[in-house]
């Protein structure tokens, strides 16, 4: 029976599409984690292996921050350990990864931010798609750590925003997957296949001048914030009308122009991760594309 609240809630989500129901099992979607998971452990544990106390505060960290971000890194591990633990022999084994725009502790720092925002989109996205309710439980207590992982990177070390607005945004499980396998370099042949698959990569400038290998006659280019999902025209190369956004949002370039239809079945490319400076003093800073 619906209650009077739950039937308010659904109204006010009416107009938000949620991922559409994939064929993917509660196996899938707990090595589509792992795969995530292995990616941040290994972020975490090799670069801390390679900055050590000297380097943060060389680059100009307090000296608690490098001990947090330790505590991140054993988070990681946890988190990996829990998802084998669940899978057994079955369970995917770490890839090799290259995070090419980290060259120093600061480079580190805030690609940390965003990969955690990356991984609560995840686990929020999948968690439709999840049969057993045991694995809810499971997966929202690690995406709630994450997203303190993020608040704490963002607003302590950033100097930002611990949040992007007041809903987080959900992303499909190819959304995500193509933002990992940017970082993946090689995978272990004994992995197990997954029902999951990278789009071509897109970048958007600061004019909407939209880059990729995908067609943009036509295409669309639907920006992720929240639960808030709206398409914007490309013409000539160039998206029309894209807002300014604040915090992390995501966008992905689609074939199709209703808002609500958009999802893994007909994106083109992306996403792309807008991290915009969140200015509390302005209420409409410009975009950091
Ligand atoms: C978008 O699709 C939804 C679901 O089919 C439909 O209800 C809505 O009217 C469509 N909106 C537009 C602008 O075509």
């Not at 390679?50 to 330790?70: E, S, Y």
């Not at 370099?185 to 992995?191: D, L, M, Y």
């Not at 689609?254 to 209420?283: C, H, M, R, Y």
Request: charged letters at 15%; aromatic letters at 10%; hydrophobic letters at 45%.
């Amino acid at each position: 029976m619906k209650t009077v609240a739950a039937t308010a809630l659904l109204a006010a989500v009416a107009s938000y599409a949620a991922p559409a129901k994939r064929a993917v099992t509660d196996t899938d979607i707990l090595q589509y984690a792992l795969t995530l998971e292995h990616l941040e452990n290994s972020f975490y544990h090799g670069f801390l292996d390679k900055f050590d106390d000297a380097a943060f505060t060389n680059a100009g960290f307090p000296d608690w921050v490098r001990g947090r971000v330790k505590n991140i890194a054993e988070h990681e591990a946890q988190h990996v350990a829990l998802l084998s633990g669940a899978l057994g022999s079955a369970a995917t084994q770490p890839c090799t990864y290259a995070f090419p725009s980290v060259t120093d502790p600061k480079s580190f720092m805030a690609l940390a931010s965003v990969i955690e925002n990356v991984g609560v989109s995840a686990y929020l996205g999948a968690a439709a798609s999840i049969m057993e309710s045991a694995y809810v439980t499971v997966a929202g207590s690690i995406l709630t750590t994450e997203a303190r992982h993020q608040a704490w990177l963002n607003s302590a070390v950033e100097k930002a925003a611990a949040w992007s607005g007041p809903e987080d945004t959900p992303l499909d499980f190819d959304e995500v997957y193509s933002i990992a396998a940017a970082f993946i370099t090689s995978c272990p042949t004994t992995n197990p296949t997954l029902p999951f698959k990278a789009f071509p990569a897109l970048t958007i400038a600061a004019d909407g001048t939209v880059g990729t290998t995908a067609k943009t006659d036509g295409a669309f280019v639907q920006l992720l914030q929240g639960l808030d999902q709206n398409t914007y025209p490309v013409v000539n190369g160039k998206v029309q009308g894209l807002p300014t956004t604040q915090g992390i949002a995501y966008a992905v370039l689609t074939s199709q122009g209703n808002s609500t239809l958009v999802g893994d079945e007909n994106i083109l490319a992306g996403p792309v991760i807008f991290n915009s400076p969140f200015n509390s003093k302005q209420s409409n800073p410009a975009p950091n594309f």
